[in-house]
């Protein structure tokens, strides 16, 4: 078993720490150990070391110096300020937040309020992942008539959400109602800056 | 509409009334929205919070609820101005602190406020007198419900309602309770209380949130996590959290009746003493010693009609408040606290003397039978 810290020499110190009723297991080389402090009880806590100093640092284990793509926000101005920079952020930075909003809150999973306009693609989004889970254990299990009728249902429900992109599409009104729209409005930004501009004739 | 002439009266969640109103000042529930696509306001450019703040001044000022509201830019208010939204819970002091591409709009009652470009880009808030969260938030859900035909608000299917802060993300709801706890200050059961309550994900702060002092004995009880609950949810846990904070007050306050009656008469007795004779009072002092005022009308020491005025003193001695009437420069500490004493003296005059033989002591009737105390709340699962 490696360092949890350095990953490189075997661990000989293992510590297990109960905070706020959950326990935090951590496995330390000797040089490590001493490096933290473990010898002084009053100057280590666990949950410093796994969660960095402050609930900021968790937000590193993005590599380093990643922006989000839609706001320039990055990892450093999230730990000077707590706060991030645009919704695109809580994608950009999934993998360190999840941890972090799992120690902050009683669950990671929102299962409150949702907006009338998004509730039916939302729904339909949680369908979607269980027949699709349902579909790959129907194949692996070699229930094929299973799987073709899971496949169809699967079929349906992709299709509702193009027709009802194209719909919302069509009103005019913001196209967020399925995730297949936010495709199609995905490709359309990138396509901007590509398409040529006009441009005035010296 | 004029601010002066909705900071005229004092709010409903002041002057009406509203159950378990004598321990329980106020509910008030936040819900935070940010729009779709649009960087937080900490990191979007001044053009961009501009667009914003338009965009949801325009869909707020148009809710039928807000027919009769006043709206303005937070640089178009008065530093003064600014501050009396604060001592009236209307806004943030965070928000006061916000200039250009910021805005407030609420309605006369000021029963409903918004935040425009605080944290979030929306920061919506009902409050009402007394223990009612469930109204409170049936009233800001529907306006929140009313928001959503003409604003998009981001939304994540897994997370929720996204907010600039992760600690807000989910609900995006802060719900809370004002709480006037003299009888467990007194009793110094309310450290006990306060731990016991943080332990269960819930924080009680001071009278101003975050960070801020507890002052006249007032108490914020809130919600601390967002998110992995529904808003009922989170309500009923805080709901019955309240009401075991609610029962511990009643509980001491009877048990100090009946055991140290003296300590409590005195209390009072020196702080009606203080107030009717000071000629320069902070108002940190005067918080104190109106809390001992307050609990002393809860007791039947002053007839009840003097409610409405003390509580309003509550109020009244904030620094900004003592100051709106004038429009002269703004007042020095010095010259507040003896004008702030001079207003309290006046409001006083029109008071009785505590009525000393009125205490219930020995046998009370109609108070809670469970004089334990020493519970603390816990909560059902």
């Known amino acids: 078993m490696f360092c949890d810290v350095c990953q490189s020499k075997e661990a000989t110190v293992f510590l297990t720490q109960i905070i706020e009723g959950k326990m935090q297991k951590v496995n330390l080389c000797e040089t490590c150990s001493k490096e933290k402090g473990v010898n002084d009880p009053t100057g280590f806590a666990l949950a410093d070391l796994l969660l960095g100093l402050g609930a900021a640092q968790e937000i590193e284990k993005n590599p380093a110096g990643a922006r989000c793509p839609v706001c320039g926000f990055s990892q450093a101005d999230f730990k000077k300020t707590g706060r991030l920079g645009c919704s695109a952020c809580y994608d950009t930075f999934a993998e360190g937040l999840s941890g972090m909003l799992k120690n902050m809150h009683r669950g990671s999973i929102h299962v409150g309020k949702v907006p009338a306009k998004l509730a039916a693609s939302r729904r339909r989004g949680q369908e979607l992942a269980v027949l699709q889970g349902d579909l790959e254990k129907a194949v692996r299990e070699e229930h094929f008539e299973e799987a073709a009728s899971l496949r169809d249902q699967i079929h349906r429900l992709e299709v509702e959400a193009t027709v009802e992109a194209a719909e919302a599409a069509a009103s005019g009104k913001s196209d967020e109602a399925s995730a297949a729209s936010r495709v199609t409005e995905l490709a359309a930004g990138e396509a901007e800056p590509v398409a040529p501009k006009p441009r005035k004739k010296s | ?381």
């Not at chain 2, 620094?319 to 003896?338: I, T």
Request: hydrophobic share 40%; net charge negative.
């Open chain 2, 1 to 381: 509409m004029k601010l002066s002439r909705i900071i005229a009266n004092t709010g409903e969640w002041l002057s009406g009334a509203g159950p378990h109103d004598q321990i329980v000042v106020s509910s008030r529930v936040r819900l935070a929205r940010n729009l779709k696509g649009k960087p937080f306001p900490g990191w979007a450019k001044k053009a961009e919070r501009v667009a914003v703040l338009e965009e949801i001044r325009g869909a707020v000022e148009g809710l039928p609820e807000m027919s009769e509201s006043f709206s303005e830019r937070l640089e178009d208010l008065s530093p003064l101005e600014k501050q009396v939204l604060v001592e009236r819970h209307l806004i943030s002091r965070e928000h006061a602190a916000k200039g250009a591409g910021s805005a407030v709009v609420m309605n006369t009652a000021q029963t409903l406020s918004f935040m425009i470009n605080e944290e979030d880009h929306l920061r919506m808030q009902a409050i009402r007198a007394g223990l009612q969260l469930d109204e409170v938030y049936k009233m800001i859900n529907q306006t929140d419900t009313e928001l959503e035909d003409s604003l998009d608000f981001a939304f994540h299917n897994d997370l929720g309602y996204l907010t600039a802060c992760p600690t807000n993300v989910g609900t995006g709801m802060r719900a809370s309770a004002m709480m006037h706890l003299p009888g467990l200050v007194m009793s110094e059961q309310v450290n006990k209380i306060i731990n016991s309550v943080n332990k269960i994900g819930l924080a009680v702060r001071g009278l101003h949130g975050e960070g801020t002092e507890a002052m006249g004995n007032l108490f914020q009880v809130s919600n601390q996590t967002t998110l992995g609950e529904a808003e009922e949810e989170i309500i009923g846990r805080l709901n019955r959290v309240i009401f075991q904070i609610l029962e511990h007050e009643q509980n001491a306050r009877q048990v100090l009746l009946q055991q140290r009656p003296e300590t409590l008469l005195d209390q009072i007795g020196r702080a009606y003493g203080i107030l009717c004779h000071a000629h320069s009072i902070t108002s940190k002092e005067a918080l104190n010693l109106l809390s001992f005022i307050k609990m002393g009308v809860d007791l039947g020491l002053f007839p009840s009609r003097c409610r409405l005025q003390v509580d309003e003193l509550f109020i009244e001695t904030q620094p900004a408040h003592l100051q709106k009437g004038l429009h002269a420069v703004k007042l020095g500490a010095e010259e507040r606290d003896s004008l702030r004493a001079a207003l309290i003296r006046a409001k006083l005059k029109q008071m009785p003397e505590p009525e000393i033989g009125k205490i219930p002591t020995n046998g009370n009737p109609g108070a809670t039978t469970n004089t334990s105390g020493t519970t603390t709340p816990s909560e059902e699962s």
